[in-house]
Nanobody, 114 residues
Framework: VQLQASGGGLVQAGGSLRLSCAAS????????MAWYRQAPGKQRELVAS???????NYADSVKGRFTISKDSIRDTMYLQMNSLKPEDTAVYYC?????????WGQGTQVTVSS
């Protein structure tokens, strides 16, 4: 299984970006999908997750600003990021939990300027 993350870029504080994570097979096979991020010098942290039943979970730092969603027709997960802050700057990774394995995408850089 391959996960292809895209949509990162450079944006000013207060701006928006939408990240996409395209899977090479049906995302209906995944129990849960998630977005993680890793800033320079910091550990990778969970940003948001969504289960097969569409239950969502968010890090406190992004609640009310980020929205995770998925489209089983396009086999793609999204992260809509609004009201971006400089502290959101990081490499964002998509993740998927299958029945017997966990998969990671290659990461997409998000840089928020002040």
């Amino acid at each position: 299984v391959q996960l292809q993350a895209s949509g990162g870029g450079l944006v000013q504080a207060g701006g928006s970006l939408r990240l996409s994570c395209a899977a090479s097979r049906s995302i209906l096979n995944f129990n849960k999908m998630a977005w993680y991020r890793q800033a320079p010098g910091k550990q990778r942290e969970l940003v948001a997750s969504i289960t097969s039943g569409d239950s969502t979970n968010y890090a406190d730092s992004v609640k009310g600003r980020f929205t995770i969603s998925k489209d089983s027709i396009r086999d793609t997960m999204y992260l809509q990021m609004n009201s971006l802050k400089p502290e959101d700057t990081a490499v964002y990774y998509c993740n998927a939990d299958g029945i017997i394995a966990t998969y990671w995408g290659q990461g997409t850089q998000v840089t928020v300027s002040s």
